[in-house]
């Protein structure tokens, strides 16, 4: 891997059996460029949890990922409604998902720390009413 | 403790998957809740729910989880078996309830990880 290799994908809002396709397709592709599992296991799991955050809070988005020979970054853009306070939302157990999204097997809180948890950096910019942009980086 | 063994051991049926029946596996995890899936578990390979959606799939495919008990007689569909297929992940069903399912298996050998 010399050189940097960007990749796009659309995630469908109110379509919660699509949620993963696009974590999924990227973990596939991971495996067929052979990056060590730990590190694609990491990746996977802090962009399914992105992903299942735009489909259930943000109707939908899209997701940028840049894999360079060091690292590997993923951009995830939506136009939802935003969050209003970002120290509050990366708290355990913090969620606004409701009970129906509970009964699905969602809606914990556990989400957005457990992005953290898995990254080795995470960045949120939201704005209420215009959207919200969530940077991750993973180190090769 | 192989795949084939908590088959046997819960008097489970498999849906698909068995030719991978051989694969070993050392430790578990029970839950209804992916969102705790995602966060709690670290290096288990088997899961056994209670809840029967395709996320549960999406979940084991992200979390390199190779076999799924469904508790309480819960039956996939179609679309959750092709998945599994597609990916490599064994799913059964059991009759028994979450806690005894996951007992038998523990009194059997097969671990549940550490402590948070
Ligand atoms: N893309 C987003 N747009 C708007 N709000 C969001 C977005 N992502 C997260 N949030 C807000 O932050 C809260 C916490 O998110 P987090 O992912 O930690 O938990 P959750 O999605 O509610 O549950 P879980 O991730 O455990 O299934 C959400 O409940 C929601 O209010
Ligand atoms: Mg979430």
């Keep these: 891997m010399a050189n940097t290799i960007t990749m796009s994908y659309e995630v469908p809002g109110g379509d919660f059996t699509r949620a993963g396709e696009a974590s999924s397709s990227l973990k596939g592709s991971l495996k067929k460029m052979n990056v060590d599992p730990d590190i694609i296991r990491r990746v996977a799991i802090a962009m399914y949890e992105g992903e299942i955050n735009m489909v259930i809070h943000a109707n939908g988005g899209k997701i940028d990922v840049i894999i360079s020979p060091d690292e590997i970054e993923m951009i995830l853009t939506d136009e939802g409604p935003g969050i209003e306070d970002i120290e509050l939302a990366m708290q355990a157990g913090y969620s606004t998902a409701p009970d129906n999204i509970r009964t699905l097997g969602f809606g914990a809180g556990m989400g957005l720390p457990n992005m953290k948890k898995y990254t080795d950096e995470m960045k949120i910019e939201s704005q209420v009413g215009v959207g919200t942009t969530v940077r991750m980086k993973v180190k090769l | ?116």
């Excluded at chain 2, 979940?59 to 007689?73: A, L």
């Excluded at chain 2, 038998?104 to 671990?111: D, F, S």
């Design chain 2, 1 to 116: 403790m192989t795949i084939d063994e908590i088959r046997s051991i819960l008097g489970a049926k498999y849906i698909v998957g068995e030719e991978w029946k051989d694969r070993e596996v050392h430790t578990a995890c029970g839950s209804d809740m992916m969102s705790d899936v995602l966060a709690f578990m670290k290096d288990q390979s088997v899961l056994l729910t209670g809840l029967c959606n395709l996320q549960v799939i999406r979940t084991c495919e992200m979390m390199d989880i190779i076999c799924v008990v469904f508790v309480r007689g819960k039956m996939p569909d179609e679309a959750m078996i092709a998945m599994a297929k597609d990916k490599g992940i064994t799913l059964m069903t059991t009759g028994h309830r979450m806690f005894s399912a996951c007992g038998m298996l523990y009194k059997n050998g097969l671990q549940g990880g550490p402590a948070y």
